[in-house]
């Protein structure tokens, strides 16, 4: 195993910020969502999805806004939300 050596690895390195933002909560995707607490960056990133339209999110932003009849195929709230308010 080469946990501890990834460790001391991360420690050394400022963060490395992917450059794309959850469009949820509006933090980078390599840091922790904002359900989950203070700013942090993990050493494994969070799990993000990827939408074919372009958006993305955490994966735990998108099950917080996710109905539950919808969390085996969620839409995109973005898209969503742009259809209801036409
Ligand atoms: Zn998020
Ligand atoms: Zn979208």
Redesign the pocket.
């Known amino acids: 195993m080469t946990a501890v050596t990834l460790l001391y690895a991360d420690f050394d390195k400022p963060p490395q910020p992917s450059g794309r933002q959850c469009?949820f909560c509006k933090r980078d995707l390599s840091f922790t969502p904002e359900a989950d607490g203070p700013i942090s960056q993990p050493s494994i990133p969070p799990s993000v999805a990827v939408?074919?339209?372009?958006?993305y999110f955490h994966t735990r932003c998108l099950e917080i806004v996710t109905p539950p009849e919808k969390t085996t195929d969620p839409p995109?709230?973005?898209?969503?939300l742009?259809e209801n308010a036409s």
């Open positions: 469009f939408f074919p339209c372009g958006h995109c709230i973005l898209c969503d742009d």
